[in-house]
């Protein structure tokens, strides 16, 4: 079972203004190859189809918890792209053409699927691809393929954000970029404790100096860098037994915290008439609030 806590990741910054290219691009973050629909559900079937879970137990939980953190990160990503559409266009008469901006934008779908909200495809418009999922039942497979998506995955973060100067997205970034990098280094030591093989030193991979990027320093100066959860449920300590020791990056020591990130709010979407939602006026808003009140 999925128990769903109502916070984000991290608190995201409400801009003053959206910026509605900068959402289209941060799309390929969240339905793209490389994607966080894509390492949440490369790892959520890894995890539900693992065979051995209790012979191999400190793999099973090392995977089932970083699907827990994935949850969290679709969300944190599909809340930014709907931070990054506020404000693009404004409500009045459909003769007015309120929607204007949307034939313009390059992803139109926000305007026309979506009440200028997240979609489950990539930056291009192509819908999420479940083609994306690698699950073949060899541990170190997968655990190697786990390794070389979230190289990917970071590639593509670092990407997007010299995209857009856009605050909320590169804080979301910012973020995504230490914790996936500290995934990077998970499934690293996970290889070493299955194979004896240090596989950071045999293949090359791009940087992991998250310092370059000042919005992701001070996640890094909250030591988001060297933590791995067991999301409250004991089942999962063992991922203590592969997360230990130092950081290869940092030197800092790694450590296993038994619970969660303390998270922040989720935004409250402001209504928008011009795209019909939610498409209750307050006639209609009266009469669902009598209707909830008369059976209390």
Do not use: C
Not at 114 to 124: I, W
Not at 166 to 186: E, Q, S, W
Not at 205 to 216: C, G, T
């Amino acid at each position: 079972m999925m128990k769903r806590v109502n916070k984000l990741a991290i608190e995201l910054p409400r801009p003053e203004h959206g910026d509605m290219n900068g959402a289209a691009a941060v799309q390929e973050l969240l339905g793209g190859k490389f994607g966080e629909m894509s390492t949440l559900n490369n790892y959520m079937y890894q995890s539900f189809n693992f065979r051995g879970k209790k012979r191999f137990k400190p793999f099973y939980d090392l995977i089932a918890s970083i699907t827990a953190e994935e949850f969290g990160h679709v969300e944190l990503v599909a809340n930014a792209i709907n931070l990054l559409s506020f404000g693009n266009t404004f409500p009045g008469d459909p003769d007015m053409t309120p929607l204007q901006n949307g034939k313009d934008a390059r992803y139109s779908l926000h305007f026309t699927t979506t009440a200028q909200a997240a979609y489950p495809g990539d930056g291009m418009g192509r819908p999420w691809n479940g083609e994306y999922v690698t699950n073949s039942g060899n541990l170190v497979a997968d655990l190697l393929h786990n390794y070389l998506l979230e190289i990917g995955a970071r590639t593509h973060k670092m990407r997007v954000y010299e995209m857009t100067d856009h605050p909320t997205a590169r804080t979301m970034i910012g973020y995504l970029l230490v914790r996936g990098g500290t995934h990077i280094i998970a499934y690293a030591k996970a290889i070493e404790v299955a194979t004896g093989v240090e596989v950071g030193k045999m293949l090359p991979v791009p940087s992991l100096d998250n310092n370059k990027f000042d919005y992701a320093k001070p996640f890094m100066d909250q030591g988001l860098y060297n933590v791995l959860y067991t999301w409250g449920e004991p089942e999962y300590r063992d991922i203590s037994k592969i997360w230990k020791g130092k950081n290869p990056e940092t030197g800092q020591q790694l450590t296993v915290i038994d619970g969660m990130p303390e998270g922040g709010e989720v935004p409250d979407f402001e209504e928008l008439p011009e795209e019909f939602a939610p498409g209750i006026d307050r006639d209609d808003y009266q009469r669902i609030l009598k209707r909830l009140m008369s059976n209390l």
